[in-house]
C-alpha cells in the first residue's frame, strides 16, 4: 500500500512539474511571436507619404504565437489579381504611395529609363536645339533588334523631336542621338542621369545607359519608376509628348505612333511609357486623370501590363485619397 501511494505521489509531482515546463514553454513562444516592428515609410517619399499608409498598415499580419515574428504584407481586401512581380500605386497629387507589392524590388526597367533621359535632356537644352545624329536606326535594330525612331548618320533634327521618337515609338536610336547632342557622349550623359536619380531620391536606380536594353548595372522599382513618372508628368512639354498619339517630325519620314495602346483604351488615361525585353518582360507606368485626381500605377515583371494597369487604376480611382 505504501508503495502505490509513494508511486501516485511521484505521478502527481511528475504532472505538476511537467505543467509548468509548458507554461513556461507558452509564455515564451507568446513573447517571442508577439513582437513586431510597423513598416518603415518608403524611401524617397514625399513629406505626405507617412499620411499614406493606412491600405498597407491594415493589411499586415501579425505574426501568430507559434510563428516567425516577421511581420508580412498582404493585399488588401477586394485588391484584383495582376500579374506583375512588383507593383506601386501612387496618388499624382503629392506622391503618396497608395498599395506596393515588391516595390522597391531591383529590376530591369527596359524603356521606362527614357523617361529619365526626357527628364535630363529638357533640364540640360533647349527643345529647340538642333541635334545631328550619328546613329543608324535601322543597324541598330539588325544588331539589337531595338525600336527605333528610324534615324539616320547625318540627320538633323530638334530636341523637340527626338523627344517625340523617344517616347512615342520608344526610339532606342533617339536615346542615343539625344544623350550625345546633349552632353556630348552616352557616359556623360549617363552619369547626368545617375545624377538626377540621386537628387530625386531615387534609392533603388542606377542607369547604364540612356534606352533601356538590359546590362547588369542598370536596375531600377516599380516604386522609383513611379515617383519618376510623376516629376516627368510635372514637366509640361513631357506631359503633352507621352499624351501625344501621334506626331510628324520635320523630317521626310512617316510619322511616329505612341506605342502605348492604354491612352485610346483607358478612360482619362494621358501617360506614360511602355517597355520591354526579354529580361525584363513587360514594364509599364500608367497615369490617369479622372474628376481632377490623377493616379499613376507602375509594374514590372508583368505578363499583361493592360490588363494589370486597368486593374490597378481602376481600384486606386475607387480608394479614399491618402493626400492631405
Not at 519620314?253 to 483607358?266: D, F, H, I
Amino acid at each position: 500500500m505504501n508503495d502505490v501511494s509513494r508511486a501516485t505521489r511521484g505521478g502527481v509531482g511528475a504532472v505538476l512539474i511537467g505543467l509548468a515546463l509548458a507554461v513556461v514553454a507558452m509564455a515564451a513562444g507568446w513573447a517571442s511571436g508577439s513582437l513586431y516592428a510597423g513598416p518603415l515609410a518608403p524611401r524617397g517619399c514625399d513629406p505626405c507619404t507617412s499620411s499614406a499608409s493606412a491600405a498597407e498598415t491594415s493589411s499586415l499580419k501579425v505574426a501568430s504565437p507559434a510563428a516567425s515574428p516577421t511581420a508580412q504584407l498582404t493585399a488588401p481586401a477586394g485588391f484584383p489579381f495582376v500579374s506583375a512581380q512588383s507593383i506601386a500605386i501612387i496618388d499624382g497629387a503629392c506622391g503618396a504611395l497608395i498599395y506596393g507589392r515588391d516595390e522597391h524590388a531591383h529590376l530591369p526597367p527596359a524603356s521606362l529609363t527614357k523617361l529619365m533621359t526626357a527628364a535630363v535632356a529638357v533640364e540640360h537644352a533647349s527643345t529647340s536645339k538642333l541635334i545631328t545624329a550619328n546613329v543608324d536606326g535601322a543597324q541598330l535594330y539588325q544588331e539589337t533588334g531595338s525600336t527605333i525612331m528610324g534615324l539616320k548618320p547625318g540627320m538633323q533634327l530638334s530636341l523637340l523631336d527626338l523627344l517625340y521618337g523617344l517616347l512615342l515609338p520608344s526610339g532606342n536610336d533617339a536615346a542615343i542621338a539625344i544623350a550625345e547632342g546633349v552632353a556630348g557622349s552616352q557616359p556623360a550623359f549617363v552619369r547626368l542621369m545617375n545624377e538626377k536619380a540621386k537628387s530625386l531620391a531615387l534609392h533603388d536606380s542606377h542607369f547604364a545607359n540612356p534606352h533601356g536594353l538590359n546590362d547588369p548595372k542598370l536596375y531600377s522599382s516599380a516604386y522609383d519608376m513611379a515617383m519618376l513618372a510623376r516629376y516627368v508628368m510635372r514637366n509640361d512639354t513631357l506631359r503633352k509628348i507621352v499624351a501625344t498619339e501621334s506626331w510628324q517630325p520635320k523630317w521626310d519620314g512617316p510619322l511616329l505612333w505612341n506605342g502605348n495602346r492604354l491612352l485610346t483604351e483607358y478612360a482619362g488615361a494621358d501617360g506614360v511609357k511602355i517597355g520591354y525585353t526579354e529580361q525584363s518582360q513587360q514594364t509599364m507606368v500608367a497615369s490617369a486623370t479622372r474628376n481632377g485626381r490623377q493616379i499613376i500605377a507602375s509594374l514590372m515583371r508583368s505578363q499583361d501590363r493592360y490588363a494589370d494597369a486597368e486593374r490597378l487604376l481602376d481600384w486606386a480611382f475607387a480608394q479614399p485619397s491618402p493626400c492631405p
